[in-house]
């Protein structure tokens, strides 16, 4: 048994790390986050992704990444990050003229 | 199709059918038990796959038989004696170390044979062993991930996973049992020899559990006679539930 196994046996660690799910639904779109697991490594990670979110074939392929990797803005950042966009109409692409015909812009 | 081999082939699809069915239904006992919501869908996923293929397993048997009987009619009104599964399939599911021993013991045969079998000169055979080949391929995954995993894993898992192991290595032997049966199909090119994957299955089996640092256990007494219709007192029991819808609604649907 390793080491950080014996150390997390002896601390009585008994919930498994948490894993965010992404599906890929078709070549070339993007991975889209699912939701989460719990799994005790990588690998059962990405088998308890694949049962949870893809047992109905809406997949190509999947990500799994340990939930304490992802750095995220907090409640309070909410104002100082994304407000200011709101006044400033400039930052929209929306003094162009769609050529007619032309779709998915 | 000459009567000798019709016979055979019938008996032979049994040992298939049988076996994913008895299984599926052992695996499916875990729905709602399992020890987290993600293994108990991935356990209920397995179960599916595994009645899904004795579905096509029985429905071809009963198509070889001759005799007019579905893969409802197989399923559902044989008695225990008519059954030619495995011992090991038919036990009681026992703890998730026992659970996880059998699964791995028979995903590891089980995923030689068919891909055995997708060469079969039969070809409707062929055709299911395809898709049993690529389902089996995800069971093994699934199931040799959990021996790594308990077996190298804390103290108690460990120990129970290898107590598990040494319990049902007593059923291993049957895994590879052969008679005319086999004998018959071989010659033609339709089954292919146990011996060989037994050889495979054995190389496979001591690699995954060293990794998982349990130890191989010795070949010692070895279950038998299940392929002949003489089962543990388990199977009986599974029937009665796993029939009695059937048997007290004949031709129910829904």
């Not at chain 2, 001591?206 to 006679?225: F, H, I, N, R, W």
Request: hydrophobic share 40%; with cysteine.
């Amino acid at each position: 048994m390793s080491d950080e196994k014996k150390e997390q046996e002896k601390s009585g660690q008994t919930e498994w790390p948490l894993w965010e799910v992404f599906v890929q639904p078709k070549f070339g779109a993007p991975h889209e986050h699912a939701g989460s697991v719990h799994a005790p490594d990588a690998e059962m990670a990405l088998q308890n992704g694949r049962d949870v979110y893809s047992r109905r074939g809406e997949a190509i392929s999947l990500w799994v990444v340990p939930a304490v990797s992802i750095t995220a803005t907090t409640l309070e950042d909410k104002g100082p990050f994304f407000d200011p966009a709101n006044d400033k109409v400039y930052l929209h692409p929306s003094f162009y003229k769609v050529p007619r015909g032309v779709r998915n812009l | 199709m000459d009567k000798k081999t019709q016979t055979a082939l019938f008996e032979y699809l049994l040992r298939l059918g049988d076996d994913h069915l008895v299984l599926g239904h052992r695996l499916s006992e875990w729905c709602g038990h399992a020890p987290i919501l993600e293994e108990d869908l991935a356990l209920a996923n397995i179960s599916l796959d595994l009645i899904g293929q004795a579905e096509a397993l029985l429905q071809l048997a009963g198509e070889v038989e001759g005799e007019n009987r579905s893969e409802d009619d197989l399923a559902y009104f044989r008695d225990e004696y008519e059954f030619r599964n495995l011992h090991m399939v038919e036990q009681p599911r026992g703890d998730f170390a026992q659970t996880i021993a059998r699964q791995f013991l028979f995903d590891a045969m089980a995923w030689h044979l068919y891909d055995q079998l997708q060469t079969s000169t039969y070809q409707p055979l062929a055709a299911i062993a395809t898709k049993v080949f690529k389902e089996t391929t995800y069971h093994l995954r699934h199931s040799r991930a959990w021996i790594h995993r308990l077996g190298d894993g804390t103290a108690e898992s460990h120990e129970r996973l290898q107590n598990a192991i040494n319990e049902y290595w007593t059923f291993t032997g049957e895994l590879f049992f052969t008679n005319e049966v086999d004998q018959i199909l071989m010659e033609q090119g339709i089954a292919p020899d146990l011996k060989q994957i037994q050889d495979k299955w054995r190389t496979m089996t001591t690699a995954e559990l060293e990794k998982g640092t349990l130890v191989v256990p010795e070949d010692g007494y070895m279950a038998s006679g299940a392929r002949l219709g003489r089962h543990s007192e388990h199977l009986g029991h599974m029937l009665a539930e796993m029939q009695i819808l059937a048997r007290s609604h004949p031709g129910a649907t829904w």
